[in-house]
């Protein structure tokens, strides 16, 4: 019987047969996949021919098909659906993937034809996307160690080996002290809880299988009770265990691995002739060099702390006011930047929280790519990997553009956060492949789903990443949709999230969830007004982050890097009372994998494009200014990693931007 993850996909757009995949499916064909990537590879490796661009670097983008689908399906389910069994599964696969591609950008048959084709490069007569395939596969065969020889190339696979294996550990480990903690609660603790979090914490009871409600360590359950909960014990007992993940002793304490991660980036990044792993990882980013990064953190870091430092002094008079003697702590600082809010902007989060439903904030998100791009989203009835899943077909002028999936409630199955993945991107070569894009978040749920603030940027920056994906128009699937320089690949998502604050979005789709009626003026202009409420608060708990992700990885890797972390905050001035929005334990944007290490700092080198290219549109005619939003597709959302980023956004700006107009958004300094 064939396996029905490698059977041809007879669904509706080719969407993987969910409900006719088995965990037992995956082993299989991981095996029957990885052999047949591996005679592609020796095929080209092995050619006759001298190698051209056909037989080399397109035969290598188009091998590898069988294993997209395998892991396409498989990394869906450990992230989003995880259980035992696929954790283990993922532990066993890690090592053998890093073995399979390390064997890959280190079989030198295939380098030379590679090397060969670059150094020839000028009589091809590629054009310029070919020329970029080209340049990127030569670069990340470079990168990967290629050209290095004996030890250096067996120390070189052991690294990535390991580095596999670490991060998935990482991973498990803080999904398993997520899924273990909770905090019982009495009738009496839920004193003063607003209805919507006093109906989330029954509903996490009930997940639990207890008949009471309880606490996680969900952002979207603990966020609002350290909001609102007037018990500072209850608030500290749940404060400490959220900043406790991945640091709490045993098997799923994570400290010892992250030492021996950044312990091995710096080996190697040693092996490929760098410094630092920041100056290794750097090289292709936007900002180029540690010394760009830092010097934008700091340039934000400085009027960050002073406005926080400020907000201090005024919660702990509040504080004091209340009776409560002693200092701020990081369990106060959300309960009592709440009350300040009510106070000074009129807004209660409870109050607004019925004016923000999943559903017409979802709506809200695809009428703003509707105006903004022609798109137009038709439910799909497809069976997917979890009943909360659900999915529509996007269209434009009647053609299919892609297939889209929003995954938008927190389980215990789920690893914290919200992403963006592609289970299929888009490209053209071997054949025309529309994409498969998914959303995966972390809301509350409930019937019906009431979003906070957070919770509807959240889902209209994951969004905006779907977009990039979505409206992708390139040849080559290396470099579809997000395929761009990390601190680059936040800018479409960011930007997006300005669409929330248009009056008229928020007129239009924030109603009521029992009387339908539009969100009230009074309260929209408090909403706008309140936009950068508390921002010294969020701008030092994320400066924080990136600048301790920069440290760690130039220079010496530390040998304790809690430690290391305490000087660096230290040194820095870190307000007592704000705690970093990534510790190292529970870091898992840099330590579960490659992708922002080094790179944390990225989304805000976005932010400072995002804003200004907001202000195109409003220098224009408008946040739907037909003109810019055909430059955005046109220049960014359909380009993909076909050129460098700064070509890209000079493209579309004109020019490129100044941090300033990412302090005026902020409200850091005058506007």
Same mark, same amino acid.
């Given at each position: 019987?064939?396996?029905?993850?490698?059977?041809?996909?007879?669904?509706?757009?080719?969407?993987?047969?969910?409900?006719?995949? $088995?965990?037992?499916?995956?082993?299989?064909?991981?095996?029957?996949?990885?052999?047949?990537?591996?005679?592609?590879?020796?095929?080209?490796?092995? @050619?006759?021919?001298?190698?051209?661009?056909?037989?080399?670097?397109?035969?290598?983008?188009?091998?590898?098909?069988?294993?997209?689908?395998?892991?396409?399906?498989?990394?869906?389910?450990?992230?989003?659906?995880?259980?035992?069994?696929?954790?283990?599964?993922?532990?066993?696969?890690?090592?053998?993937?890093?073995?399979?591609?390390?064997?890959?950008?280190?079989?030198?048959?295939?380098?030379?034809?590679?090397?060969?084709?670059?150094?020839?490069?000028?009589?091809?007569?590629?054009?310029?996307?070919?020329?970029?395939?080209? +340049?990127?596969?030569?670069?990340?065969?470079?990168?990967?160690?290629?050209?290095?020889?004996?030890? #250096?190339?067996?120390?070189?696979?052991?690294?990535?080996?390991?580095?596999?294996?670490?991060?998935?550990?990482?991973?498990?480990?803080?999904?398993?002290?997520?899924?273990?903690?909770?905090?019982?609660?009495?009738?009496?603790?839920?004193?003063?809880?607003?209805?919507?979090?006093?109906?989330?914490?029954?509903?996490?009871?009930?997940?639990?299988?207890?008949?009471?409600?309880?606490?996680?360590?969900?952002? $979207?359950?603990?966020?609002?009770?350290?909001?609102?909960?007037?018990?500072? #014990?209850?608030?500290?007992? @749940?404060?400490?265990?959220?900043?406790?993940?991945?640091?709490?002793?045993?098997?799923?304490?994570? *400290?010892?691995?992250?030492?021996?991660?950044?312990?091995?980036?710096?080996?190697?990044?040693?092996?490929?002739?760098?410094?630092?792993?920041?100056?290794?990882?750097?090289?292709?980013?936007?900002?180029?060099? !540690?010394?760009?990064?830092?010097?934008?953190? +700091?340039?934000?870091?400085?009027?960050?702390? @002073?406005? @926080?430092?400020?907000?201090?002094?005024?919660?702990?008079?509040? +504080?004091?006011?209340?009776?409560?003697?002693?200092?701020?702590?990081?369990?106060?600082? =959300?309960?009592?930047?709440?009350?300040?809010?009510?106070?000074?902007? #009129?807004?209660?989060?409870?109050?607004?929280? !019925?004016?923000?439903?999943?559903?017409? +904030?979802?709506?809200?998100?695809?009428?703003?790519?509707?105006?903004?791009?022609?798109?137009?989203?038709? !439910?799909?009835?497809? !069976?997917?990997?979890?009943?909360?899943?659900?999915?529509?077909?996007?269209?434009?002028?009647?053609?299919?553009?892609?297939?889209?999936?929003?995954?938008?409630?927190? =389980?215990?199955?789920? =690893?914290?956060?919200?992403?963006?993945?592609?289970?299929?991107?888009?490209? *053209?070569?071997?054949?025309?492949?529309?994409?498969? &894009?998914?959303? &995966?978040?972390?809301?509350?749920?409930?019937?019906?789903?009431?979003?906070?603030?957070?919770?509807?940027?959240?889902?209209?920056?994951?969004?905006?990443?779907?977009?990039?994906?979505?409206?992708?128009?390139?040849?080559?699937?290396?470099?579809?949709?997000?395929?761009?320089?990390?601190?680059?690949?936040?800018?479409?998502?960011?930007?997006?999230?300005?669409?929330?604050?248009?009056?008229?979005?928020?007129?239009?789709?924030?109603? /009521?969830?029992?009387?339908?009626?539009?969100?009230?003026?009074?309260?929209?202009?408090?909403?706008?007004?309140?936009?950068?409420?508390?921002?010294?608060?969020?701008?030092?708990?994320?400066?924080?982050?990136?600048?301790?992700?920069?440290?760690? /990885?130039?220079?010496?890797?530390?040998?304790?890097?809690?430690?290391?972390?305490?000087?660096?905050?230290?040194?820095?001035?870190?307000?007592?009372?704000?705690?970093?929005?990534?510790?190292?334990? /529970?870091?898992?944007?840099?330590?579960?994998?490659?992708?922002?290490?080094?790179?944390?700092?990225?989304?805000?080198?976005?932010?400072?494009?995002?804003?200004?290219?907001?202000?195109?549109?409003?220098?224009?005619?408008?946040?739907?200014?037909?003109?810019?939003?055909?430059?955005?597709?046109?220049?960014?959302?359909?380009?993909?990693?076909?050129?460098?980023?700064?070509?890209?956004?000079?493209?579309?700006?004109? =020019?490129?931007?100044?941090?300033?107009?990412?302090?005026?958004?902020?409200?850091?300094?005058?506007?």
């Amino acid at each position: 019987m064939t396996n029905p993850i490698l059977a041809e996909w007879n669904t509706p757009f080719q969407i993987a047969p969910f409900a006719d995949i $088995s965990d037992d499916d995956f082993a299989p064909a991981l095996d029957a996949a990885l052999e047949r990537h591996s005679t592609e590879i020796d095929a080209i490796a092995k @050619a006759p021919q001298q190698p051209d661009f056909a037989n080399t670097i397109e035969a290598l983008e188009a091998a590898g098909a069988d294993l997209d689908k395998v892991l396409s399906v498989f990394f869906t389910l450990a992230g989003a659906d995880s259980t035992p069994a696929r954790e283990a599964m993922q532990r066993a696969f890690s090592p053998r993937l890093s073995a399979h591609f390390s064997a890959i950008s280190g079989n030198k048959a295939l380098f030379a034809r590679v090397a060969a084709l670059w150094e020839n490069r000028n009589a091809l007569a590629l054009n310029p996307e070919q020329e970029r395939v080209l +340049m990127l596969t030569h670069r990340g065969f470079v990168r990967a160690g290629a050209a290095l020889d004996g030890n #250096d190339d067996t120390r070189m696979r052991e690294i990535k080996s390991r580095l596999a294996e670490l991060g998935t550990a990482f991973t498990q480990n803080l999904l398993a002290d997520e899924r273990a903690w909770f905090l019982p609660l009495d009738e009496d603790d839920l004193e003063g809880l607003p209805g919507f979090v006093v109906d989330a914490a029954w509903a996490a009871g009930a997940e639990k299988g207890l008949d009471r409600p309880v606490v996680t360590l969900s952002r $979207s359950l603990i966020t609002p009770f350290l909001q609102f909960s007037p018990r500072r #014990d209850l608030r500290e007992t @749940a404060y400490r265990a959220w900043a406790a993940r991945g640091a709490n002793g045993g098997e799923t304490d994570n *400290r010892a691995i992250a030492a021996e991660i950044l312990a091995l980036r710096q080996d190697r990044a040693a092996l490929l002739g760098y410094d630092s792993f920041a100056d290794y990882k750097l090289e292709t980013e936007m900002a180029g060099t !540690p010394d760009a990064v830092r010097d934008l953190l +700091m340039r934000v870091w400085t009027p960050a702390r @002073a406005q @926080a430092d400020a907000d201090a002094q005024v919660l702990t008079a509040m +504080m004091h006011a209340d009776g409560v003697n002693g200092d701020l702590e990081p369990w106060d600082w =959300r309960y009592y930047a709440e009350k300040r809010r009510r106070d000074e902007h #009129d807004l209660d989060e409870a109050e607004l929280k !019925p004016y923000l439903q999943l559903d017409r +904030m979802i709506e809200a998100a695809f009428d703003c790519a509707r105006r903004l791009f022609g798109l137009e989203f038709a !439910p799909l009835d497809v !069976p997917l990997y979890h009943p909360d899943c659900r999915a529509w077909e996007v269209t434009r002028e009647g053609r299919h553009v892609a297939v889209f999936i929003g995954d938008y409630f927190a =389980r215990g199955s789920k =690893r914290s956060g919200a992403w963006c993945s592609a289970m299929r991107a888009q490209a *053209r070569f071997p054949e025309e492949q529309r994409p498969i &894009v998914i959303n &995966v978040c972390n809301f509350a749920k409930a019937d019906p789903a009431l979003l906070s603030y957070d919770d509807a940027r959240t889902l209209f920056h994951e969004f905006g990443h779907a977009l990039h994906q979505m409206l992708s128009d390139v040849t080559y699937e290396s470099i579809s949709g997000t395929s761009v320089a990390r601190d680059f690949v936040e800018l479409p998502s960011q930007l997006y999230e300005h669409w929330l604050e248009v009056p008229e979005v928020l007129s239009g789709f924030a109603t /009521h969830v029992e009387t339908g009626a539009p969100m009230p003026e009074a309260m929209l202009q408090s909403v706008l007004r309140a936009a950068t409420f508390d921002m010294g608060f969020q701008t030092v708990e994320y400066v924080a982050s990136a600048l301790v992700d920069l440290e760690f /990885h130039q220079g010496t890797a530390p040998a304790d890097p809690m430690a290391r972390q305490a000087e660096i905050l230290e040194r820095i001035g870190m307000p007592r009372a704000i705690g970093m929005r990534h510790a190292t334990p /529970h870091f898992a944007h840099v330590f579960a994998g490659d992708g922002y290490s080094a790179g944390y700092y990225s989304y805000m080198w976005s932010e400072v494009m995002d804003a200004d290219a907001f202000a195109a549109f409003e220098e224009a005619g408008g946040a739907f200014d037909p003109e810019r939003a055909a430059a955005l597709e046109r220049h960014i959302l359909s380009k993909g990693g076909s050129a460098e980023a700064d070509a890209l956004y000079t493209a579309f700006r004109g =020019r490129l931007p100044g941090v300033d107009a990412l302090l005026k958004g902020r409200g850091l300094i005058a506007a």
